[in-house]
């Protein structure tokens, strides 16, 4: 039973498109994250969500938009995608807002704009 | 600016061999160090972490070593297992508390190394 589960895995879009990314946790986890791999393969934190309330939000095109319906659920739109958009998007959880034992990742989304 | 930088993008060790992990930072306000290993088409693990109140931290076949003077960790593993092969990132932080909307506690992630244990 996946800790952190992202659906889809792989996604391949046009330019222009929009796209969601959906995150699950079912390890009563209270805070969420979305982090993007580049294509130097830095994770960058996108957003973070602490029961189901916006409190990352970093230098991200607002074409971005997360949102949490509830505190297992963290989801990713993207509107009006750019080839720059390509990257692997990696969805998080923590127990709480203390980083000592520090995420548990999902397996990523492979985003290909073409 | 990248404030984490793993400047081996890969490293090759005979198993039974000690793997040693390099990682360097600039940002003198972090604080809290972590390391994480990553299989191809999984997510990345949290493998151990270290507060820069100590210099050591130990957990098994894994140490991580910090010296802040450098601004500078490294893990060590010991002794080295085929399965050990993955990715390793390491990542910073300042503080251990994400108080949002500020820079505490969000991870700062390096771009990973490599390795590869051979049998």
């Known amino acids: 039973d996946t800790a952190v589960s992202q659906t889809p895995k792989y996604l391949v879009t046009q330019m222009g498109n929009d796209k969601s990314i959906k995150c699950e946790q079912n390890l009563g986890h209270d805070t969420m994250y979305w982090y993007k791999q580049d294509s130097k393969k830095f994770l960058k934190i996108m957003f973070s969500y602490n029961n189901k309330e916006l409190i990352i939000n970093e230098t991200v095109p607002n074409r971005f938009s997360p949102k949490s319906p509830d505190k297992a659920h963290l989801n990713l739109h993207i509107n009006s995608l750019e080839l720059g958009d390509s990257a692997v998007y990696f969805c998080a959880s923590s127990q709480d807002l203390v980083i000592d034992y520090g995420y548990t990742f999902g397996s990523g989304t492979r985003l290909t704009v073409v | 600016d990248q404030q984490v930088k793993q400047n081996s993008p890969s490293l090759s060790v005979q198993e039974g061999r000690i793997s040693i992990l390099n990682c360097d930072y600039t940002n003198s306000m972090f604080d809290y160090f972590l390391w994480y290993k990553k299989y191809p088409a999984e997510g990345p693990t949290f493998l151990i972490s270290?507060?820069?109140?100590?210099d050591k931290n130990e957990d098994g076949r894994f140490t991580v070593f910090l010296n802040k003077s450098a601004k500078h960790l490294s893990l060590h593993i010991v002794p080295s297992q085929p399965g050990d092969s993955a990715v390793y990132f390491c990542?910073?932080?300042?503080?251990?508390?994400?108080?949002?909307?500020?820079?505490?506690?969000?991870?700062?992630f390096g771009q990973g190394t490599i390795l590869t244990v051979h049998p």
């Open positions: 270290i507060s820069s109140i100590k």
């Open positions: 990542a910073a932080s300042r503080g251990r508390v994400n108080a949002g909307g500020t820079s505490y506690g969000k991870l700062t």
